[in-house]
């Protein structure tokens, strides 16, 4: 009777998935109990909605709640185990015919009370065996938290890293159709330099495109040798105490080390390349923008945070001056709608700006954050010592290099199209198409330094 029992309570305490001792036990909605790691790593590659892999049940969100009952009983049962273990003859000491039931910290081996007080081992930490199996325990299931951690970073590292080498073949594909575009408008008789300026361009995109593709290679093999450790430490989990106690440190070690070399994505970027006279064409257009009118506008999201999350993704920190949602921005007092114009801004170093024109009912918009409809700005992000160059309406990541001196904008109302140039390379920025507006628009400017004083007319 009393072994049906014990074997009834054993099957309770069993993992489904792996057939071990549950560890870290975890509850779903259906009631069923499963490892945390083993749950994890059944769940990892499945869409919504989850299905318990018992019952087969749908559970529509990844809840993973520990099941303090379980957890209590299945650490019962693994102290009799231990205690069992060590009232055997293998884990008597030689020497004084003891129970070994102290743990030497250093030297992560099992002593009797004499032994422990051996010149050997006195001036050692020691600890009872059953006490420090539960505090090793702890570290052991933080270890592979840390590491499951690692793993999910690593998964959309890769995604994506495949993300940018999908919008970087499209970004230089596009690029090549916008600079022949220009030079057939502004040079139709420079035929050598458009090519030359290609062929740069084609070359310098396949080589970054090789060594994305690296990259990825790298965070595919990287994310490989996480989940081998992840696996060696759940194998290591379901060994009994006498076993973990004494292969823990080692494993633990070289977990942490793995941890230690995430492999980095790609920041790809191309050159600006110059094109002959394309400033100077537009000096008889120039015109001189009073930007007087300055205010501070104040979000819980400002544009710049918001759009440092749409280009670091995960990695953004918002780690900017402004990160508390105050941003400086101004406006022309001219109102554009028809004719075409030319001015230039200067940047003066700073870190997060836009640069372009907006309609009035965008400034109006207190949903400026997350609504760019009636802006058309090029705008920089700054995340660490990275930047980042994007347009807006529709919102898309320019790579290439960033103006450092002034920004040259041509807005043409006549067919609804605006240009940024980088105005120190004579090289073109960025080209919207034409019909990209259709309202009256005024030149804006802003600044993701809270409180600085700037005159960005030129």
Not at 276 to 302: A, C, P, W
């Amino acid at each position: 009777m009393e072994s049906d029992i014990s074997q009834a309570f054993q099957e309770e305490l069993t993992c489904f998935i792996c057939l071990s001792c549950l560890t870290e036990p975890v509850t779903i909605s259906c009631g069923h109990s499963f490892c945390r790691a083993c749950l994890q790593l059944s769940w990892e590659d499945t869409q919504l909605p989850f299905h318990c892999p018992m019952c087969r049940e749908p559970c529509q969100q990844q809840e993973m709640r520990i099941n303090i009952v379980l957890k209590k009983l299945v650490s019962i049962a693994r102290q009799a185990s231990l205690m069992k273990d060590l009232s055997s003859e293998e884990h008597k000491c030689v020497s004084h015919k003891e129970t070994k039931r102290i743990l030497c910290v250093e030297s992560r081996i099992f002593l009797c009370q004499l032994c422990s007080n051996s010149h050997e081992h006195r001036g050692h930490k020691h600890c009872p065996i059953e006490a420090a199996a539960e505090d090793e325990m702890e570290r052991f299931l933080k270890q592979m938290a840390a590491l499951w951690e690692k793993i999910q970073k690593n998964r959309e590292d890769i995604e994506e890293e495949m993300g940018t080498k999908t919008l970087w073949m499209d970004y230089v594909t596009l690029r090549e159709e916008m600079i022949r575009s220009e030079y057939r408008e502004l040079h139709p008789f420079l035929c050598e330099e458009e090519e030359k300026h290609i062929e740069c361009m084609r070359k310098e995109g396949q080589c970054v495109l090789e060594k994305l593709i690296k990259s990825e290679a790298r965070m595919v093999q990287k994310g490989k040798e996480l989940r081998d450790m992840f696996q060696e430490l759940m194998a290591m989990s379901h060994e009994p105490y006498v076993v973990l106690l004494q292969g823990l440190d080692d494993m633990v070690r070289r977990s942490e080390l793995m941890q230690l070399s995430m492999p980095k994505g790609i920041q790809p970027e191309l050159s600006a390349l110059p094109i002959t006279g394309l400033t100077e064409r537009f000096k008889h257009i120039q015109v001189h923008i009073s930007f007087d009118q300055i205010i501070m506008f104040h979000y819980k999201m400002n544009l710049f945070n918001v759009l440092r999350k749409f280009s670091f993704g995960h990695h953004s920190k918002d780690t900017s001056v402004d990160s508390g949602g105050c941003y400086l921005a101004c406006w022309g007092s001219l109102n554009f709608i028809s004719g075409k114009y030319y001015w230039e801004v200067d940047l003066q170093g700073s870190g997060d700006w836009a640069v372009g024109v907006c309609e009035d009912s965008w400034l109006r918009n207190t949903n400026q954050m997350t609504d760019y409809e009636g802006a058309f700005l090029l705008v920089c992000v700054k995340e660490g010592n990275h930047y980042s160059l994007l347009t807006t309406s529709p919102v898309y990541r320019q790579y290439i290099e960033r103006p450092l001196g002034r920004v040259g904008v041509l807005l043409d109302c006549e067919d609804g199209c605006l240009s940024f140039m980088n105005v120190s390379k004579s090289s073109l920025i960025h080209k919207y198409p034409p019909g990209t507006f259709k309202n009256s628009v005024r030149p804006f400017f802003s600044s993701g330094l809270k409180g600085r004083t700037f005159n960005p007319a030129h």
